[in-house]
T-cell receptor
Framework: AQSVTQLGSHVSVSEGALVLLRCNYS??????LFWYVQYPNQGLQLLLK??????LVKGINGFEAEFKKSETSFHLTKPSAHMSDAAEYFC????????????FGKGITLSVRP | DAGVIQSPRHEVTEMGQEVTLRCKPI?????LFWYRQTMMRGLELLIY????????DSGMPEDRFSAKMPNASFSTLKIQPSEPRDSAVYFC?????????????FGEGSWLTVV
């Protein structure tokens, strides 16, 4: 069965610092990988996704993630944090097949200190 | 373009009452999903539809929960009778056809409190 692990529940960084949110998945077949962001009192919106092709994926708001098959990882990074990045971030995985379900990790709350 | 529209945004109800949550997916999307989000359990997929047909309802917690999709532009999630442990944010989401690499688009959620 597919699964996603997001270690820790909370990350705090200073404004301008590097943001690194970790995601590992377990799968026996090639995955599709997603990062979603949830701002307070809102629904989830897609930050970026990897399906095929280039393993370094760029998303909205300056975020990017790299698919590393050997490490079964899809960590999310941003070089310089902004106060507006404070939100909850979810990693998710699905697989080929029209009815493959999207499985979410438990989410990580990102706080940004002034 | 309008996104996924959910109603009501907030509902407070008494234990034992029937709750109906409504969703209008993005036009042209063939997949519709109902998720539940709680602090304890995170995001859980309750049920999803493809072309108005329920495909997988294994996440529906018990018989008190039911979901319908009478047409391509409308779905309901009903809880009868409601219990305090049903308090959560319920998200509706939709996705175009063409495989599981597609983006799922979420509504803003229905915040349910059962007292």
């Amino acid at each position: 069965a597919q699964s996603v692990t997001q270690l820790g529940s909370h990350v705090s960084v200073s404004e301008g610092a590097l943001v690194l949110l970790r995601c590992n998945y377990s799968s026996s077949v090639p995955p599709y990988l997603f990062w979603y962001v949830q701002y307070p009192n809102q629904g989830l919106q897609l930050l970026l996704k990897y399906t095929t092709g280039a393993t370094l994926v760029k998303g909205i708001n300056g975020f990017e993630a790299e698919f590393k098959k050997s490490e079964t990882s899809f960590h999310l990074t941003k070089p310089s944090a902004h106060m507006s990045d404070a939100a909850e971030y979810f990693c998710a995985v699905s697989f080929t097949g029209a009815n493959s379900k999207l499985t979410f990790g438990k989410g990580i709350t990102l706080s940004v200190r002034p | 373009d309008a996104g996924v529209i959910q109603s009501p945004r907030h509902e407070v109800t008494e234990m034992g009452q029937e709750v109906t949550l409504r969703c209008k997916p993005i036009s042209g999307h063939d997949y519709l999903f109902w998720y539940r989000q709680t602090m304890m359990r995170g995001l859980e997929l309750l049920i999803y539809f493809n072309n108005n047909v329920p495909i997988d309802d294994s996440g529906m917690p018990e018989d008190r929960f039911s979901a319908k999709m009478p047409n391509a532009s409308f779905s309901t999630l009903k809880i009868q009778p409601s219990e305090p442990r049903d308090s959560a944010v319920y998200f509706c989401a939709s996705s175009p056809s063409g495989g599981s690499g597609n983006t799922i688009y979420f509504g803003e959620g229905s915040w349910l409190t059962v007292v």
